[in-house]
């Protein structure tokens, strides 16, 4: 049997490149330790030099709302869904405070002349019969990419904010109106001009002196605050009336045809001035509100209640009925 010495092994297996080859990092032979990743090195966060600061004050002279298109912003609820003291703008970010409903304005009469002042100068002079054909001939189509859609909820508090944005890059923005908010189109909070209307389509024109730098400061809501608790939109016995003539006219209106038939996402534009005639020769309306929902059909309805004026009497099977109340509306 053949034997080895220890010098023969040393010559053969050197332990100087043994060593080195077990210990070099080059390669990844199996089981072997991973070095240590160098800590990385920790940069306190840049804040952006056009960050506004915290808590933001805005000079917009209006109550801060979620939504500005309920009819009666001054309903009081009888209760809550949620605490009143979680701002839906964050904690601290907003030196208004936040009543569960609005965040109000404190002097709204010396920001409103301001903000009239500030709107005249943006707006300048008058636009050209030739101007604004451009402008509606350049953003009034379906395919515009600056365009803002408008649902049940109306104008929200954020829209605001994107219609400055869009304004940031073009003159006009087309704003397309669906359902509830059809019905009453003359709410505008932003600051700028309506050019042109067709049906539910509106423009909204920026004004000639119009800067992006200096645009007014729209805080953002960081969630939808949960709707109040409001008192009972329909009553058991109507204002004015008995028990027995209030059951008599709902009876009357279930059984009667209906005025006209609403549909779900539809344009109500002659629904008010419809009802407002049919009220000259009839005491009770119907309208047919199938397919519409529920809660569409009672917005629907404290809508027409402001704006007719008139009383909703019944909601039943998405049917609305309406009564003139004692006196004929104007």
């Given at each position: 049997m053949?034997?080895?010495?220890?010098?023969?092994?040393r010559?053969?297996?050197?332990?100087?490149?043994?060593?080195?080859?077990?210990?070099?990092?080059?390669?990844?032979p199996?089981f072997?330790?991973?070095?240590?990743?160098?800590?990385?090195?920790?940069?306190?966060?840049?804040?952006?030099?056009?960050a506004?600061?915290?808590?933001?004050?805005?000079?917009?002279?209006?109550?801060?709302?979620y939504?500005?298109?309920?009819?009666?912003?001054?309903?009081?609820?009888?209760?809550?869904?949620?605490?009143?003291?979680?701002?839906?703008?964050?904690?601290?970010?907003?030196?208004r405070?936040?009543?569960?409903?609005c965040?109000?304005?404190?002097?709204?009469?010396?920001?409103?002349?301001?903000?009239?002042?500030?709107?005249?100068?943006?707006?300048?002079?008058?636009?050209?019969?030739?101007?604004?054909?451009l402008?509606?001939?350049?953003?009034?189509?379906?395919?515009?990419?600056?365009?803002?859609n408008?649902?049940?909820?109306?104008?929200?508090?954020?829209?605001l904010?994107d219609i400055h944005?869009?304004?940031?890059?073009?003159e006009?923005?087309?704003?397309?109106c669906?359902?509830?908010?059809?019905?009453?189109?003359?709410?505008?909070k932003?600051?700028?001009?309506?050019i042109?209307?067709h049906?539910n389509?509106?423009?909204?024109?920026?004004?000639?002196?119009?800067?992006?730098?200096?645009?007014p400061?729209?805080?953002?809501?960081l969630?939808?605050?949960?709707?109040?608790?409001?008192?009972?939109?329909?009553?058991?016995?109507?204002?004015?009336?008995?028990?027995?003539?209030?059951?008599?006219?709902?009876?009357?209106?279930?059984n009667?045809?209906?005025?006209?038939?609403?549909t779900?996402?539809?344009?109500?534009?002659?629904?008010?001035?419809?009802?407002?005639d049919?009220?000259?020769?009839?005491?009770?309306?119907?309208?047919d509100?199938?397919?519409?929902?529920?809660?569409?059909?009672?917005?629907?309805?404290?809508?027409?209640?402001?704006?007719?004026?008139?009383?909703?009497i019944?909601?039943?099977d998405?049917?609305?009925?309406?009564?003139?109340?004692?006196?004929?509306p104007?």
């Amino acid at each position: 049997m053949l034997r080895l010495s220890s010098s023969s092994l040393r010559r053969r297996f050197p332990l100087q490149s043994f060593s080195s080859h077990s210990l070099s990092f080059n390669e990844d032979p199996p089981f072997s330790l991973l070095q240590n990743p160098p800590n990385p090195k920790i940069t306190p966060k840049q804040i952006p030099q056009n960050a506004p600061h915290i808590p933001v004050n805005s000079d917009l002279p209006f109550h801060f709302r979620y939504s500005y298109s309920e009819s009666d912003p001054s309903a009081n609820p009888i209760s809550f869904r949620e605490p009143p003291r979680f701002s839906p703008f964050g904690p601290g970010r907003l030196d208004r405070k936040w009543t569960g409903t609005c965040a109000p304005v404190e002097d709204a009469g010396s920001e409103r002349a301001k903000w009239e002042e500030d709107k005249i100068r943006v707006l300048g002079d008058a636009l050209t019969h030739e101007e604004v054909d451009l402008l509606v001939e350049n953003y009034r189509h379906s395919d515009c990419n600056r365009q803002i859609n408008i649902g049940k909820d109306g104008v929200t508090h954020n829209m605001l904010d994107d219609i400055h944005n869009h304004w940031r890059r073009a003159e006009a923005v087309r704003i397309k109106c669906l359902g509830l908010p059809t019905l009453d189109m003359d709410n505008d909070k932003s600051g700028g001009k309506v050019i042109y209307r067709h049906l539910n389509i509106l423009l909204l024109y920026r004004g000639r002196h119009y800067d992006s730098k200096n645009r007014p400061l729209v805080p953002l809501m960081l969630w939808k605050p949960r709707a109040p608790i409001y008192p009972k939109l329909v009553k058991n016995v109507a204002e004015g009336l008995t028990f027995e003539e209030t059951k008599e006219f709902r009876n009357r209106g279930l059984n009667s045809s209906p005025l006209m038939k609403l549909t779900r996402n539809g344009v109500y534009l002659n629904v008010v001035q419809k009802v407002r005639d049919a009220f000259q020769t009839e005491e009770v309306v119907r309208l047919d509100c199938t397919h519409v929902g529920t809660s569409d059909c009672k917005r629907i309805g404290v809508k027409l209640r402001d704006l007719v004026p008139c009383i909703p009497i019944l909601f039943k099977d998405e049917q609305i009925i309406l009564w003139r109340g004692k006196e004929r509306p104007q």
